[in-house]
């Protein structure tokens, strides 16, 4: 008697083989590995490193002083416009002059009184020494004739020493630059009241060439000190940042380096000459000096973007057949997109340098012919 397999069971049993083909499946595709990585490469060679040395610098004029007041009165005249190129000499300032003037006048007028007092004395004295040789006057009268005279000679003196004080005084009433520059912005106006040897009138600076000052570590002071020596060296450039970032038109040169190291700081005082035939260069200007290092021949040099950072230290990837390894490296000065290798690879090592951001230590990948470096 035949046995009877009911169609629901059928249905069960393949159903549940199909679930179970499925899920082996689901697992083979779990367990697969992911696909390879694409990357590019870079493979390292020697080359020579051109970078630059950075320090903040200030700009600073060769000359500048302060104009004031050498003289207390209303301020009668300025005869410059702020801003302007002045020329050695010419008159910027006058201080009202009347009282000045009257002090003058009445010092000449003192001064011509004690000049007619002392050829008086003279003619007397004279007179007197005459009589005395022929013994017709008593000794006393021509000692007093001869102590007139020398009174009246220390009158003139005194007379001539006031006109003197007085003409400084006028003189001192217009100011004139002591040397050609740029003038400021005034500080007083006309009609301004000002006191003597206090009110700030102005500031002259001169404007080119200019100064740039900065400071550099006393384990520098040989190197600058020979560049110097040297004439600045042919093999550095000293050459400026500007505040918005473009690189200033003119090279410069070492002017002096100061006499002595700041001991609280251990740096010197580096000075530095520019042309400034533009008037690019303001006082005070917040600049960085470039100086280009020189180099000790062909260096292991790496594009900047193959590089990685975690926790202040420094790695590449470096490609090991079809897998790549995490390798830290010390790192040197930059050399425009390429920053020197001092340990950690090897000349001819193949690196990533794009793809970075997928990778981990051991990852497959998959890579193009390495770019040789240049």
């Known amino acids: 008697m035949n046995k009877i397999v009911r169609p629901s069971v059928v249905a069960l049993v393949a159903l549940s083989g199909f679930i179970v083909s499925c899920g082996d499946k689901n697992a083979q595709q779990q367990q697969a590995p992911p696909p390879p990585v694409q990357v590019a490469t870079y493979q390292v060679q020697r080359g020579e490193a051109t970078y630059f040395d950075e320090y903040p610098a200030t700009a600073a004029p060769l000359k500048q002083v302060e104009l004031r007041a050498m003289a207390s009165g209303y301020v009668t005249g300025i005869y410059f416009e702020d801003g302007q190129q002045v020329k050695k000499g010419q008159r910027l300032y006058q201080i009202d002059q009347q009282q000045y003037q009257a002090s003058m006048d009445q010092a000449v007028a003192q001064l011509r009184v004690a000049e007619a007092n002392e050829r008086r004395a003279q003619r007397e004295a004279d007179r007197y020494r005459a009589l005395d040789k022929q013994e017709a006057i008593a000794k006393q009268i021509l000692d007093n004739a001869l102590a007139d005279l020398e009174t009246a000679q220390m009158q003139v003196q005194s007379a001539k020493a006031a006109v003197d004080q007085t003409r400084t005084g006028l003189n001192y009433s217009n100011i004139y630059a002591p040397f050609a520059g740029t003038i400021g912005i005034s500080q007083v106006r006309m009609g301004a009241l000002v006191t003597q040897n206090q009110t700030l009138l102005n500031t002259l600076s001169t404007d080119s060439p200019m100064a740039v000052d900065f400071e550099v570590n006393q384990k520098d002071i ?25 690189l200033y038109a003119y090279t410069g040169k070492i002017d002096l380096i100061d006499r002595a190291v700041n001991p609280q700081t251990g740096t010197i005082k580096v000075r530095l000459v520019f042309p400034n035939p533009e008037g690019m260069l303001k006082v ?63 000349e001819n090592t193949v690196i990533v340098t794009e793809g970075i951001q997928k990778l981990r230590n051991g990852a497959k990948v998959s890579t193009s012919a390495p770019v040789a470096g240049k």
């Open 284 to 346: 005070g200007m917040t600049v960085n000096v470039r100086v280009k290092g020189g180099n000790n021949g062909p260096t292991l040099l790496i594009p900047n973007k193959a590089v990685m950072e975690q926790m202040g230290e420094y790695f590449v990837y470096v490609v090991q057949g079809d897998s790549v390894v995490q390798q830290l490296v010390q790192l040197g000065n930059q050399a425009g997109d390429k920053i020197v290798v001092r340990e950690g690879i090897d």
């Open 222 to 246: 040989v190197r600058f000190t020979n560049l110097m020596q040297r004439g600045n060296g042919k093999d550095s450039t000293f050459t400026l940042s500007l505040p918005d970032g473009s």
